[in-house]
Structures are given as C-alpha cells and as structure tokens.
C-alpha cells in the first residue's frame, strides 16, 4: 500500500518543477509540507546570514511568520548550522530547542529537516502538538520534499542568472547597435558633406556649376511633365574685377558673398540658384500655370540689387509649355537676353535710368 505521503511529495515535486521564483517554490513547499506527514503544523525557515527567518508557516499553533532568530537559538537554525535533520520527541527535553523557536505549549515533537545539505540555505519544519516521535519514513518523505526544493531554487537561480546573461548581452548588443547606428549616421553625414560639396560653391554656399546643371535639368523634365513654364534668370555681377584690381581678392569675395545673399532673398525655396563661375549666376524658377508677367519678375532682381547697394547685369529667358527645352539653350539664351540689356544700358542717357534687364 501506498503510504498517505507519497502522492503529496509527487504533486508538490510536479510543482515544484515548474516553478519560476521563489515565491512559488515557498507556496509549493508551504502546501505540501504539513500534509506529506499529516503534521498539526510545518514551518519554513530562510538563512539570512546569522539569523533564521521564518517565511511560511501553516496549522496550528501561535504565528512565528517573521520572526527572526540567531542560528544557534533554534532547532530549523540547527538543522541549517549542522546541515542534517533534527528529530526531537519532546522540546521539553532537547537543548536544541530554544525559547525562541518551536517551545512549550506550541509543539510537542518536531522534526527539521535543511534545504540542501551540502550547504543549506533553508530547513523545513513539522510538528506535532502532541508527543510523536517521527519515523525514519516521515523524516525522509520531509527530506525528499527539501530536496526537490533544492533542485528548484537551484533551477530558478540558474534561470536568473541565464536571464542576467541575456539582459547583459541584449544590452550590449543594443549599446553596439546604438554605435553603429551613431557610425553609419556619422558616416552619412560625412558622405553628404561630401555630395554637398561637389554640388555646392564654397565660397557662398549656392550650388556650383554642376549642382546647377544637375538639379535644374531635372526640374526642366518635371515642368516638361506637367506643362508648366519655367524661367531660367541670368546675372552677370557688375565691378568684380574692378574690386579685385583696386581692393583686393578678398574684398571681391565679400561682393560675391553679398550678391549671393541677395540672390536667396529675392528667390523662392522652389527655385533653384548657382554661381556658375566667377561674376556668373544663375536661377531657375518653376512657375505655376498662373504667374505674373515674366518682366515683373526680373525686376525682382533688379530691385534686390539696387536695395543692396550691387550692380548687377540680369537677362532671362522662358520655357515654352510641351516643348523639350535644353538647359545650355536657356542659359545661352537669358545671357544673350543679359547683353542685350547691357548693351541697352549703355547706349541710354544716364537721366532716363535705362532698364537693366531684358527677358527673352
């Protein structure tokens, strides 16, 4: 036959097993305890250094749940101190038994058995009210359940620390993604300063020759797709090389600079605006299917100059809606546009104030 302990010891060794922390091994083995034995009560006592701590009790008798004692003053710190089983008859006549554990009135026999042996971190208690000295059966079926709490904390313990590993080495690859991600956007950054300069003009910032030619053929194919006209303006910078020869390079390349800040001022985010070399700029302007007379705004330019205190020479020339129209034609043609302007200018008394620009 079957003794009464065992099916308890089995169910609590299967909950035990799937058990993921300490709380549920302490409830697993606070289940089970009292009834592998048919015990009035069972305690479970933690070793926290020196000192005893009581975590679970269950049955009769007065609450020692949270009570903290010195090893040596009780008989679970016994069973934890000595790494083996204590079997006590009577706590009247064990010296093992002190006032500050299993006493007088509260248990009559006791066995304690510690939670693994070779070096015992918990002991497990039962007792009885009345006198009954446990059998060697009793001792181990309580012995067994200690053991397969054993095997659980060890489990849960080497969970933890495989779960630790796995929280370190996700933080680390983390830390090594967030380098990456740092390197690939430094080496981004890097890249486009780099594109930026093979498009971009040093010395004021606007596209270069290239980055011109680049961005405003495409925008000619957009504006081809569409149907819209655009307007490719010239400006040839008047006096730089008279500046250069009287002031010096450097006071020409604060006039360049200047006719670049007029040139963004004057045009809009959707244009596109380059020096194309030396005195030589250029924008292209996208213009929508409704736009002002393409004069009035050439004489955009032309007033931004003259507010900024810079003579400049302007010509401009336009699409023609649904016809291919090639970027050197454009700009070949707003600089024809520009001499005729110039030409104009000088030919005009100075008194009539002669227009500075001519659109083609």
Partial sequence: MTPPGIPVLISAIQELSVARSRAEIQRAVKKAARRVNGADGSTLAVRSGELCVYVEQDGIGPDITGRKVPLGTCISGWAIANRCPAVVDDVRSDGRVGPDGFGPGSATSVVVVPVRVSDPV??????????????????????????????????????????????????????????????????????????????????????????????????????????????????????????????????????????????????????????????EFAVLMPLGFAHPPLHDIVERFLDGAREAGIRWSVGATATVPGRTAALEDLIAGADEAMYRGRRARGAAPAARNPRLAAVR
């Fill in 122 to 279: 918990a002991a497990i208690a039962n007792y009885w009210l009345g006198r009954h000295p446990p059998s060697d059966e009793e001792v181990s079926l309580l012995q067994a359940l200690a053991d397969a709490m054993s095997v659980a904390l060890e489990s849960v313990a080497a969970r933890s620390r495989l779960e630790e590993r796995v929280r370190e080495r996700t933080a680390e690859l983390q830390r090594a993604n967030a380098r990456l991600e740092r390197e690939v956007a430094e080496r981004r950054k890097a890249e486009e300063q780099i594109r930026e300069l093979s498009l971009t003009d040093e010395l004021t910032g606007l596209y270069n020759r290239r980055g011109f030619m680049v961005l405003a053929s495409q925008e000619l194919k957009v504006l081809e797709r569409s149907g819209r006209r655009g307007l490719l303006v010239y400006v040839d910078l008047d006096g730089l090389k008279r500046t250069n020869d009287s002031r010096g390079h450097q006071a020409g390349d604060r006039l360049i600079r200047r006719a670049a800040a007029v040139l963004r001022s004057v045009a809009r985010d959707a244009d596109i605006v380059g020096r194309l070399g030396g005195d």
